[in-house]
């Protein structure tokens, strides 16, 4: 199966910056859509942003736009979420996945928890005030 090991999680203060990185292995990785999602103490998971397989594509929640970045290295088998201006609310477990299907399948980028078929194991970002 696809083995998904995310890192670059910390303790951070508000305003500060971390890049979180996901490398992937066991799939034709650059083919494949990335999601990034997120789950806060006491919250349900929820979707942060997800890249097409080339790179060209991106798409993120409100929240985050202009603070966050999602980009890919297909010849590392890697995805990034570079965030900055780090905020209280920001403080939850990142985790990367990866889609079901090739990219062809999607008509857009997908944002559903059950569109996504392999998921790392999480990596700690906590942003105090």
């Known amino acids: 199966q696809v083995q998904l090991v995310e890192s670059g999680g910390g303790l951070v203060q508000a305003g500060g910056s971390l890049r979180l990185s996901c490398v992937g292995s066991?799939?034709?990785?650059?083919?494949?859509?990335m999601g990034w999602f997120r789950q806060a103490p006491g919250k349900e998971r929820e979707f942060v942003g997800a890249?097409?397989?080339?790179?060209?594509?991106?798409d993120g929640v409100d929240s985050v736009k202009g603070r966050f970045t999602i980009s890919r290295d297909n010849a590392k088998n890697t995805v990034y979420l570079q965030m900055s201006n780090l905020k209280p609310e920001d403080t939850a477990i990142y985790y990367c996945a990866v889609v079901q299907w090739r990219s062809s399948y999607y008509s857009s980028l997908p944002r559903s928890q059950n569109q996504y078929a392999y998921w790392g194991q999480g990596t700690q970002v906590t942003v105090s005030s």
């Open positions: 066991g799939r034709a990785f650059s083919t494949y859509v």
């Open positions: 890249i097409s397989w080339s790179g060209g594509i991106t």
